[in-house]
């Protein structure tokens, strides 16, 4: 089985093979989170700035290896065995901070994971786990993704920290759920992004990708700055 199906499996199983009754549909809010945009210069050298460039050095072999434990979530095997050769920062986008309801982020969570364990639920009527395809994985995600377009639309910050477009949304150990489930059950939050480019080069070739470092505050609760792990994360 695919990689993408065995991610959606793992998550969704335990729900959807079982004889649940039919809940609800549930009622998205329709208010948007405050959001808030600040220009920062490439060369401002403020916390994130410095949180990226240590996690950067030690990613390089360069840095105190400690770096790597700013990955949000933690450092996986994978992080620890990835070596950056060179690296720049070329660039940086702007500061968000956005200001909204645990509750909000509840709402559409459960919302996303409805959708998707109804779609597993249907795909998997007469077959066994081992059956489910590539292919079916991500018709699952193609069934929610009205959903997390909502999502990105009235928390893009949050929305975006949680993958909610992407097949690794789906993953069982997708660091975002910890930081939901610490949130309680409502309350206000903040989320904060900054995202800067990396240009790394190997031989004449040049690659350029985004680095995101992260904040979630609520409740009492405060994750610090933190580096978004790449889309392709993964538990092992």
């Known amino acids: 089985m695919s990689r993408i199906a065995l991610l959606l499996c793992l998550t969704l199983s335990s729900a ?4 649940a009754p039919k809940k609800a549909e549930p009622v998205l809010p329709g208010e948007k989170a405050q959001l808030v945009e600040s220009a920062v210069a490439l060369e401002t050298a403020d916390e994130a700035r410095q949180v990226a460039e240590a996690y950067l050095a030690a990613a390089a072999g360069k840095g105190e290896r400690g770096a790597l434990e700013t990955l949000l979530g933690g450092a996986t095997l994978r992080a620890r065995e990835f070596r950056l050769e060179g690296y720049k920062i070329v660039g940086r986008e702007k500061h968000k901070l956005e200001k909204g309801k645990v509750e909000d ?20 009527q007469g077959m066994e786990l081992s059956e489910i ?28 920290l949680a993958r909610v477009d992407k097949p690794v949304y789906w993953h069982p150990e997708n660091p975002f759920r910890t930081l939901l489930a610490q ?27 985004p680095l995101r470092v992260v904040r979630f505050q609520s409740g009492g609760q405060d994750s610090g700055l933190k580096i978004l792990p790449a889309s392709d994360w993964n538990a092992e």
């Open 133 to 160: 395809t590539a292919e079916e994985a991500m018709q699952i995600v193609k069934l929610t993704r009205q959903r997390a377009k909502a999502f990105l639309a009235t928390h893009p910050v949050f929305a975006y």
């Open 16 to 19: 959807a093979w079982g004889a």
């Open 105 to 124: 982020l509840l709402a559409f969570v459960e919302a996303i994971d409805a959708t998707g364990r109804a779609g597993l639920s249907q795909l998997a």
């Open 183 to 209: 949130a309680g059950a409502k309350g206000e939050y903040t989320a904060e992004l900054d995202l800067f480019w990396i240009e790394t080069a190997r031989g004449q070739a040049v690659r350029k990708w």
